[in-house]
């Protein structure tokens, strides 16, 4: 993969949008600069009444409005929440670009930059019930996924697409765009979800923040650990709220030393976390 990209990778704004592009732009005047920003978890937080005026809502509004600009292209998720039904309308409308840098990437999606680099995505929060006897994948106003979204997820990165010149750019006028990007291989880059892997503590000798962790993790999510083989995987949930877990790497079978890492990163907005606060992650891909 050539060349090499700078990525940032943040834990959940928890609708704290204004406080976190600040951040990031801080974050890339000292350390960058990258080329873009991933954003895990809950990047809305929680719907508030409709009745009620707040903050968070404002800034919602702005950032559709183009009101709000990130500094950097950001590809955001969905976390444990249903999304904002403006912002869902907005998603329709484009194809992802919710204002200038802003991406909402799909449930179940793959994306795959200009740079060659694959990022896969699930988003929304694990019950079991519902995943097995929902009839079709949720949607974003779900807070859920379905072995439908799964499914999706696995068909999407054995799919091969076309490319096209007008694709080879930094900048893109849809996430449907970047979509149509050039993939025929299984494996991904990165990974990104809400939840985390049952067994992603197996045989790891890094305490965990919270010993109720290895309990609530989503089993379903193993398989596609296992077929897409991720070089890294970011999470942003487990404990209430977030907390910061860096498992050690280990070496993937039969595939010439691939190596992965799994963090799970605290979230930027919403209540602190006691513990470390890792809430962002650097790296060259």
């Excluded at 049952?198 to 045989?203: A, D, E, P």
């Excluded at 609530?216 to 995987?233: E, F, M, N, S, W």
Aim: hydrophobic content about 40%; proline content about 7%; glycine content about 8%.
């Amino acid at each position: 993969m050539s060349p090499a990209i700078k990525v940032l990778t943040v834990g959940a704004a928890i609708g704290s949008i204004r406080d976190l592009f600040a951040k990031v732009k801080a974050i890339d005047a000292k350390h960058g600069k990258f080329d873009l920003v991933l954003c895990t978890g809950d990047f809305f937080g929680p719907i508030k009444d409709t009745e009620a005026h707040s903050e968070d809502s404002d800034e919602i509004t702005q950032l559709l409005d183009g009101a709000l600009e990130a500094p950097i292209e950001c590809y955001i998720m969905q976390g444990q929440y249903p999304l904002p039904s403006s912002v869902v309308e907005k998603f329709a409308k484009t194809g992802g670009e919710l204002c200038k840098n802003v991406f909402l990437m799909s449930k179940s999606g793959i994306i795959t930059t200009a740079n060659g680099l694959r990022i896969a995505c699930l988003g929304g929060t694990y019950d079991p019930n519902i995943y097995a006897s929902a009839e079709a994948a949720p949607g974003f106003l779900s807070p859920f996924f379905s072995y439908h979204t799964i499914d999706r997820l696995l068909s999407n990165s054995l799919v091969k697409t076309s490319t096209s010149s007008s694709l080879n750019k930094k900048s893109y006028s849809s996430l449907a765009a970047i979509q149509a990007s050039a993939s025929t291989s299984q494996l991904i880059d990165i990974l990104l979800t809400n939840v985390w892997p049952i067994s992603i503590s197996l045989l790891s000798a890094t305490p965990l923040p919270d010993p109720q962790l290895p309990s609530i993790g989503a089993a379903p999510l193993d398989d596609v650990i296992r077929k897409t083989k991720p070089r890294y995987h970011f999470a942003a949930g487990g404990a209430h709220p977030p907390k910061f877990w860096e498992r050690e790497p280990f070496v993937w079978d039969d595939e010439q030393g691939r190596v992965a890492r799994f963090v799970n990163l605290g979230a930027f907005g919403g209540e602190p976390a006691a513990g470390k606060k890792q809430r962002y992650c650097a790296q060259h891909y």
